[in-house]
């Protein structure tokens, strides 16, 4: 089992920054990927980015240039870094750990608001 909580969510301007954090406990040592989703009123959750135990990194397209994530090992930890943020980015964000069984956890998602 693995848990994931999620944190750094909020209201942000237009062109603002935010860094959700994620942070996983529980059976560490089995998490093969970890990776941030979204999901906007009335869309699908889609990808963010997402980061394995070797740091091999990986953005949806549209994202590219504005989202960094990145991962502390020694805090079991998982950051997305979000700068020049936009409406369209307001969404749900969940944080997302599999493990090398191929099973999949969530954490429980963080409210992000662009708006002026």
């Known amino acids: 089992q693995v848990q994931l909580v999620e944190s750094g969510g909020g209201l942000v301007q237009p062109g603002g920054s935010l860094r959700l954090s994620c942070a996983a406990s529980?059976?560490?040592?089995?998490?093969?990927?970890m990776g941030w989703y979204r999901q906007a009123p009335g869309k699908q959750r889609e990808l963010v980015a997402a980061i394995t135990t070797s740091g091999t990194t990986n953005y949806a397209d549209s994202l590219k240039g504005r989202f960094f994530i990145s991962r502390d090992k020694a805090k079991n930890t998982v950051y997305l870094q979000m700068n020049s943020l936009k409406p369209e980015d307001t969404a749900v964000y969940y944080c997302?750990?599999?493990?090398?069984?191929?099973?999949?956890?969530w954490g429980q998602g963080t409210q992000v608001s662009v708006s002026s």
């Open positions: 529980g059976s560490i040592f089995s998490i093969s990927t």
């Open positions: 997302r750990a599999t493990i090398y069984s191929g099973s999949a956890y």
